[in-house]
């Protein structure tokens, strides 16, 4: 017994020695490994600091401009432009005439498809330049009057034709009408960049004109966008079939491929977002701001919106950070406008 204990442990010996070995190569095989990859990560850094030092030596500081400069940009020449246009074609327009919500408006006040895009492009263009504040107040109210009947003239009317409706119908249906609904939401854009965009007179914040885009909104997203967008929103059909639960009807959903419905839905979702950034500047009536509230907590119940439900919380938490219809100047109730 004794000689095969003796005969083992050599044997042991040179095992756990062997170990030794190739744990003390594999620490410093890990050693130079870290030491290699410091070394990458250093000169890494060091590139990145280089190309920064570069970039910064290639671009020039960008100064503010001067109102002067502005208004020789090609932004605001065509935004006057384009202004100038609608104004002249609306010149005999009657803007402080009272008008009834069924009235037709007139021909004339109807800006063409391609020049309100154009002015909404603009528009947007000039408020992230800061320079809308450079445009003549009496121009910018006078545009804002024509504008509102624009907003008017698609605010009650949906392009979704009726649950019943046949295919070609529907279609014909959705061609006419949403020529008015995104005319109306193409103004309403108009305004919204206008009223936000920074350094605007009082007298532009025009009551009427808000509300009608409030109204607008409402609208389209009821009528429109939420049942296109969700099933349990749409008109159950004549012919039966519409005691289906929402949770079988969510399940039977298709996507929104309407190029139409799917353009005025990020134009509702923009407008939404705008709506939030004029409640941080102008103090609006309590009715409008009720509006707004609701508008602005209806889309946490529908599906398939997650984008627009982004706006919608921007907009729910203005509201609820600014007391109501309290504004900057610590009031409440009403919009603090100067007649035009």
Not at 31 to 60: C, G, M, Y
Not at 127 to 137: I, N, Q
Not at 176 to 203: C, F, H, N, Q, W
Not at 301 to 324: D, P, Y
């Amino acid at each position: 017994m004794e000689l095969k204990h003796c005969s083992v442990e050599p044997a042991e010996k040179e095992e756990r020695k062997r170990k030794r070995q190739d744990a003390d190569n594999q620490q410093e095989e890990d050693a130079e490994s870290a030491a290699k990859r410091i070394k990458r990560e250093e000169e890494l850094v060091e590139r990145i600091k280089n190309s920064k030092r570069f970039e910064r030596r290639l671009v020039p500081t960008l100064e503010k401009l001067s109102a002067e400069e502005l208004m020789e940009t090609n932004t605001y020449q065509r935004f006057n432009q384009s202004l100038e246009l609608i104004l002249d074609g609306a010149e005999e327009l009657d803007l402080m005439a009272e008008q009834d919500e069924d009235d037709d408006v007139p021909q004339e006040a109807l800006i063409q498809k391609y020049r309100l895009q154009e002015l909404v492009s603009e528009a947007a263009k000039l408020k992230s330049l800061g320079a809308m504040e450079s445009v003549p107040p009496e121009r910018l109210v006078r545009a804002l009057g024509i504008l509102e009947m624009n907003v008017r003239d698609g605010a009650q009317i949906t392009p979704l034709g009726e649950a019943d409706d046949g295919e070609e119908e529907s279609r014909l249906w959705m061609e006419i009408a949403m020529e008015r609904v995104a005319r109306g939401a193409d103004a309403s854009l108009v305004i919204m960049y206008i009223l936000t965009s920074p350094g605007m007179p009082k007298r532009v914040y025009l009551e009427d004109c808000i509300e009608r885009v409030v109204k607008f909104m409402k609208f389209q997203l009821q009528n429109t966008v939420y049942p296109a967008f969700d099933p349990v929103y749409r008109a159950p059909s004549k012919k039966g079939g519409g005691s289906s639960s929402a949770k079988k009807k969510r399940a039977h959903a298709k996507d929104v491929r309407d190029r139409s419905i799917l353009s005025l839905y990020n134009k509702l979702r923009e407008l939404v977002a705008l709506t939030a950034e004029l409640l941080n500047i102008q103090v609006l009536t309590d009715t409008t701001v009720l509006q707004v509230s609701s508008l602005g907590v209806a889309p946490f119940f529908v599906e398939n919106i997650s984008e627009l439900q982004l706006s919608a919380l921007k907009l729910v938490t203005t509201v609820s950070h600014r007391g109501g219809g309290t504004g900057r100047d610590g009031g409440r109730g009403r919009t603090g406008m100067v007649a035009a």
